[in-house]
């Protein structure tokens, strides 16, 4: 029975996909199925509705609609064109400058509206048109342009790691925060030094070297949109206010700064308020049917049994850290990342820890995994929204993606490798 509930939710699931039914719903209507081997179909109903709304019943969960609220301020208010400018006074002489414009203007961005999709519609629109007119090929600076704002699901604030805290059962989002600055930023500067080997090959031009001036004067210009990171995390980690009340600050704090830079009014607040409730809606529903599922997989002790099977195999560390890295590299092709993290930190969270892995170091190796995934087709949402943007085809853009695919990987080794890269900030906070 056991073996049948199994594979009823696994081969369910992959047929819902198959015929085209979304993630979520094919998430609540495999585990209906599961649950309807071992109860009448009216309780299993009843059930996963339940679960569903119990999923969803949790303060930090708050803290979502109110950050991807504050990265929708942040990508109509201005905000993008101050960090570009920034970023352009601070890296624009290197060779391919515009390259490294969008990877330390997308770091940024991540660092103030944690939003990988804000990051790309607003890095890709502003400077697209300008690297094709500067003469940069348009599929390198959309594969720059994709990967690049995958770094704002790992440098906080971040949704996935709030995510993370939930599925894991309390992991400390602050915890979660602090870490992930350091292999955020070893992210970018892989990518950085790929996009350097990239135009050296294809001698690509150098931007115009900014004077002292220039960068104290884009700096002063960027300091208010900056000063968001200080008032969020440093509150956070100051036990000023917990993760959820620094969502809320946040959003009045940007809501406050787009309307002083006057990007927008009050007459565009109300397609503002509706384009983050949209967002909201599609990512609670992921998260109520994810963990409707979870709790199936768990009555079902299928992560029990995972753990069990792959402790059998191996006690070392190492082995069972790429093995599960592989996994989760498979899955995040297939799957959208807030339901990968949270059906699956169930599953793999509890094997780690017996080997000694910390769940802090694991959620942010977990995270920077799965970004890879929204980088790849057939579903990674960032290369949709990038090639869109770039008025390219997804064909022209892999060749190019390759080389910053392979940047991400060495950084996911390194921080498997390394967890002080990862628990080192924590560790001096106190976390």
Not at 69 to 92: C, Q, V, W, Y
Not at 207 to 221: H, N
Not at 354 to 365: A, E, Q, R, T, Y
Not at 394 to 415: E, R, T
């Amino acid at each position: 029975m056991e073996v049948i509930s199994i594979l009823i939710l696994v081969l369910s699931f992959i047929f819902f996909l198959g015929i085209g039914v979304p993630v979520a719903w094919s998430l609540g209507l495999s585990s209906m199925l599961t649950l309807m081997v071992t109860v009448a179909t009216m309780p299993a109903i009843t059930t996963v509705a339940q679960r569903m709304g119990t999923g969803l019943d949790s303060f930090s969960l708050l803290a979502i609609p109110f950050f991807i609220l504050a990265g929708e301020l942040m990508n109509r208010g201005g905000i993008a064109n101050r960090l570009i400018e920034f970023a352009k006074a601070l890296t624009g002489r290197l060779p391919g400058g515009l390259l490294h414009v969008n990877i330390v203007a997308a770091m940024l961005m991540g660092a103030i509206a944690g939003s990988a999709v804000a990051a790309a519609s607003s890095m890709g629109g502003i400077l697209g048109k300008r690297m094709e007119k500067e003469g940069y090929p348009k599929e390198l600076g959309a594969a720059v342009n994709i990967t690049s704002s995958t770094t704002g699901l790992i440098i906080p604030p971040s949704n996935v790691l709030i995510v993370y805290s939930l599925a894991s059962g309390g992991v400390s989002v602050a915890a979660l925060f602090v870490a992930g600055y350091l292999p955020g930023f070893l992210v970018g500067l892989l990518l950085m030094i790929t996009a350097a080997i990239m135009v050296k090959i294809k001698k690509l031009p150098s931007g115009e070297a900014s004077s002292i001036k220039l960068v104290l004067t884009t700096f002063w210009r960027a300091v208010p949109s900056l000063f968001l990171l200080i008032v969020v995390i440093g509150g956070i980690i100051g036990g000023v206010f917990t993760a959820t009340e620094a969502s809320a600050i946040a959003v009045v704090y940007s809501l406050v700064l787009t309307l002083i830079y006057r990007e927008i009014g009050f007459k565009d607040l109300p397609s503002v308020l509706l384009k983050s409730a949209e967002t909201t809606a599609v990512v609670m529903l992921l998260i109520a049917t994810s963990m409707a599922m979870s709790w199936v997989m768990s009555s079902e002790e299928i992560p029990q049994r995972i753990s069990n099977a792959m402790l059998s195999l191996s006690d070392n560390i190492i082995v069972i850290l790429i093995l599960i890295n592989i996994l989760l590299l498979f899955v995040g092709v297939f799957m959208d990342m807030t339901p990968a993290v949270l059906i699956f930190t169930p599953i793999f969270l509890p094997v780690v820890t017996n080997l000694g892995v910390d769940p802090v170091h694991f959620g942010i190796m977990m995270v920077l995994n799965l970004c890879i995934g929204l980088c790849t087709p057939p579903v990674g949402s960032i290369l949709f929204i990038g090639v869109g943007i770039a008025q390219t085809t997804i064909q022209k853009v892999i060749k190019p993606l390759l080389p910053f695919f392979l940047a991400m990987i060495i950084a996911l080794i390194l921080i498997m490798l390394f967890p002080e890269i990862t628990l080192w900030l924590p560790r001096k906070f106190g976390l």
